[in-house]
């Protein structure tokens, strides 16, 4: 177990293309099975180890038939991180942290956060309440969705930058869909001459965005909004560089079928409505008024790339290629915005 296999920054994964098939946003990873097969968990009394541990932990995962692609895509990676963070081991523990020994009261809390996770399908974000994108770490509870985006991605791989005149002098940055805040401090991150509007519809997640903008100590540069879509924001003197959002764009049919982990986020972060574009056709509308002369426009789609091809071939969306090939993410030029609306 190196410190690269077992940090679970390494492994976030990312929403993509329908594990389902049906065009949806469920990550990739995401075993979609009908029902759980187990009641109660099988008796621990006979486990000495960090490592027998984590084998019972995969196979009752197995039995379960838990789903995955919030916090990692197999089992294994996240049993061992659960196991470890419930010990309050290191998560960069090398493997000799699986020949330790599990004392007595560890064990019971082992065995209660399994059967939390494994029988109450309690998704791992929110018993560890925790999410990593890269070396980021957020704050996360039920109030928001478990973060897991491709512009953690785009943005490590300076594609981003390459669609930009002048990348060093981004002044003002708006998330929109902000969640628990995570995009608008990335974005924070890594244009540090910005200013970043972070935008919410659920006062519930904007109090997740708030503990960690200061957590983030980004007080002064990330400004948190209530309010759907633009509607509440007025546009920033110049227009902004960058207009980013990852938006819910899942339909709503996807959504009522999804497993009971994914049932446990807020709807409202994933249900995008009958074709799942509703919030992205507003989105585009506003961002005509507020988008700098060279700036652009990311959103990222799910599985709704060919839906937005067709309904907005006029802006010609350019998709950025991601690593696994779902190139869900696209880019839309301000030019080709303001074109539209002759
Ligand atoms: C897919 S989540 C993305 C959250 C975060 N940006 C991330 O990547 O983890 C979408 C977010 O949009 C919010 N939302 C839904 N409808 C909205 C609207 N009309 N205006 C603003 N935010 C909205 C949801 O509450 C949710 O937090």
């Known amino acids: ?61 197995d ?22 963070r419930t010990l309050d081991w290191p998560l960069d523990s090398d493997e000799r942290v699986l020949v ?46 478990i973060p897991r985006s491709y512009f953690l991605e785009h943005l490590a791989s300076d594609q981003i930058d390459t669609l930009l005149a002048a990348p060093a002098r981004v002044r003002r940055v708006v998330d929109v869909c902000t969640g628990s805040g995570c995009l608008a401090i990335l974005l924070a991150h890594h244009f540090p001459k910005a200013r970043v509007d972070a935008i919410e519809l659920s006062p519930e997640a904007l109090a997740v965005a708030r503990i960690n903008v200061d957590a983030h100590r980004l007080e002064r540069r990330v400004k948190l909004h209530l309010s759907d879509v633009f509607d ?63 700036g652009i426009v990311l959103i990222e789609v799910g599985g709704l790339q060919a839906a937005m091809n067709r309904e907005f071939a006029h802006l010609q969306p350019l998709w950025l290629p991601s690593i696994d090939g779902s190139d869900c993410v696209c880019a839309i030029r301000a030019e080709r915005l303001l074109a539209s609306r002759a």
């Open 1 to 61: 177990m190196r410190k690269s296999k077992l940090r679970p920054s390494r492994r976030t994964p990312r929403r993509s293309k329908s594990a389902t098939g049906a065009g949806a946003q469920v990550r990739s990873g995401t075993r979609v099975r009908t029902a759980a097969s187990l009641t109660e968990l099988p008796p621990t009394s006979q486990l000495v180890t960090l490592q027998d541990w984590l084998q019972f932990a995969v196979s009752v995962y």
């Open 63 to 84: 039995q379960a038939k838990v789903a995955l692609g919030q916090v990692a895509t197999t089992a294994h990676d996240e049993a061992l991180y659960l196991l470890l």
């Open 100 to 145: 330790r020994r599990i004392e007595p009261a560890q064990r019971i809390a082992l065995r209660r956060v399994l059967e939390k996770r494994v029988i109450e399908r309690t998704p791992a974000a929110y018993l560890t309440q925790e999410a990593w994108l890269g070396e980021h770490r957020f704050y996360v509870d039920e109030r928001v969705i």
């Open 232 to 294: 509440a924001v007025p546009p920033p003197e110049g227009g902004y560089d960058v207009v980013l959002s990852n938006p819910p764009y899942e339909p709503s049919a996807v959504c009522d079928g999804l497993p009971v982990e994914f049932k446990k986020e807020p709807r409202l972060a994933l249900d995008g409505g009958p074709d799942g574009l509703v919030i992205i056709r507003k989105l585009l509308r506003q961002a005509r008024e507020r988008l700098a002369p060279d």
